[in-house]
């Protein structure tokens, strides 16, 4: 039996698609993710709406360009999604702001019922303790000038202070002993005298 030479099959190539770009999908994608990422700023994301209306526009273009060119049909979709994300945030986020804004006091009114209700909040600050007889806080600071410890006339000077029918020139350099001249004992004296020149 003689053997037969078998040929050897002859391989065709198939053609090879080529799949082109779509220029518009990747423009309309990049767009919309412009605007989805600028609709969480206030007043920032009307420009990011005119973004995603282009990448709307675009993404729509690229979908129907996508059945012609075989490629961008993703992109496409995912941009078309993106925009219309991007519109809903933005709107939400507006709506939010504007209620924030609005709740703001504008009216002379409201100002002053927001303030009188601020104030009523904060404690008020502790006044100076008083003598008993506060007419005469000024012979009291002439007792503890004589006799008193310095706590003591350090009191009686911040009563003297806080006195408002006391003499207003004792009043200031009582007020000049306990603040200015607190750690300046020649000045203290020479505050002291004039409150007692003062003090009739």
């Known amino acids: 039996m003689t053997d037969q030479l078998t040929p050897t099959p002859q391989y065709v190539q198939a053609p090879v698609e080529t799949k082109g770009s779509n220029g518009l999908a990747v423009a309309g994608f990049v767009l919309a993710i412009l605007g989805a990422l600028t609709s969480f700023i206030p007043l920032v994301n009307i420009f990011g709406d005119f973004l995603a209306v282009l990448g709307l526009i675009f993404g729509i273009i ?10 961008g049909k993703g992109l496409s979709i995912a941009a078309i999604i993106l925009a219309v994300v991007a519109f809903a945030i933005s709107i939400s986020v507006n709506i939010a ?11 002379p009114e409201a100002l ?7 104030a009523a909040a904060v404690p008020a600050p502790a006044e100076a303790p008083a003598p008993a007889d506060a007419a005469s806080s000024c012979s009291v600071v002439k007792e503890a000038l004589l006799t008193g410890t310095p706590a003591e006339i350090n009191a ?10 006391a003499d207003q020139t004792a009043r200031e350099y009582a007020d000049y002993y ?4 607190k750690n300046q004992k020649d000045l203290q004296k020479m505050d002291a005298t004039l409150i007692q020149t003062a003090c009739i």
């Open 62 to 71: 690229g979908l129907v360009k996508s059945r012609a060119k075989g490629a």
């Open 97 to 107: 702001a504007a209620a924030v804004v609005s709740a703001i006091p504008t009216t």
């Open 112 to 118: 002053a019922s927001a303030g009188a209700s601020i």
């Open 156 to 165: 009686a000077m911040l009563a003297l202070v806080a006195d408002k029918g």
């Open 178 to 181: 306990t603040n200015r001249d």
